[in-house]
């Protein structure tokens, strides 16, 4: 398997667990009666240290504080993304649960282009004592 072949497929996995664990609080938040952009936000929080871990450390082999700036500031115009794509698509679905499931592999692809070639693309930089 080549190195690009098992970074896709741990990123699919690391994401399969990701998303199960975002579906769940957002359907959660929905039937506590949020709002769909509280519910998302919700979710997108509680999942944010979660998705570094899993991400950073399993997918990419990479948990460098370094990233986590530009894995959060990733993760805020993907979720910026995703309401825009859910406000469009609830309405015609009648659902915003069900927008958001059939959203879902849209978001994973964004996200994964997002984070392979903004957050984890560029070497480790490792620190030296002079």
């Given at each position: 398997?080549?190195?690009?072949?098992?970074?896709?497929?741990?990123?699919?996995?690391?994401?399969?667990?990701?998303?199960?664990?975002?579906?769940?609080?957002?359907?959660?938040a929905?039937q506590?009666?949020?709002?769909?952009?509280?519910a998302?936000?919700?979710?997108?929080?509680?999942?944010?240290?979660?998705?570094?871990?899993?991400?950073?450390?399993?997918?990419?082999?990479?948990?460098?504080?370094?990233?986590?700036?530009?894995?959060?500031?990733?993760?805020?115009?993907l979720?910026?993304?995703?309401?825009?794509?859910?406000r469009?698509?609830?309405?015609?679905?009648?659902?915003?649960?069900?927008?958001?499931?059939?959203?879902?592999?849209?978001?994973?692809?964004?996200?994964?282009l997002?984070?392979?070639r903004?957050?984890?693309?560029?070497?480790?930089?490792h620190?030296?004592?002079?």
């Amino acid at each position: 398997m080549t190195r690009d072949a098992a970074l896709w497929l741990r990123f699919l996995l690391a994401g399969a667990v990701n998303t199960g664990f975002g579906l769940l609080v957002y359907a959660l938040a929905l039937q506590a009666g949020a709002a769909d952009w509280l519910a998302l936000l919700i979710g997108l929080v509680m999942g944010v240290v979660f998705n570094f871990l899993s991400m950073g450390g399993y997918a990419f082999r990479d948990l460098s504080l370094a990233r986590a700036p530009r894995f959060v500031l990733a993760y805020a115009l993907l979720y910026a993304v995703n309401l825009l794509l859910l406000r469009t698509a609830s309405p015609w679905l009648g659902s915003p649960l069900l927008a958001q499931v059939l959203l879902t592999p849209l978001m994973a692809g964004l996200s994964y282009l997002m984070l392979s070639r903004w957050v984890f693309n560029q070497p480790r930089q490792h620190h030296t004592s002079p």
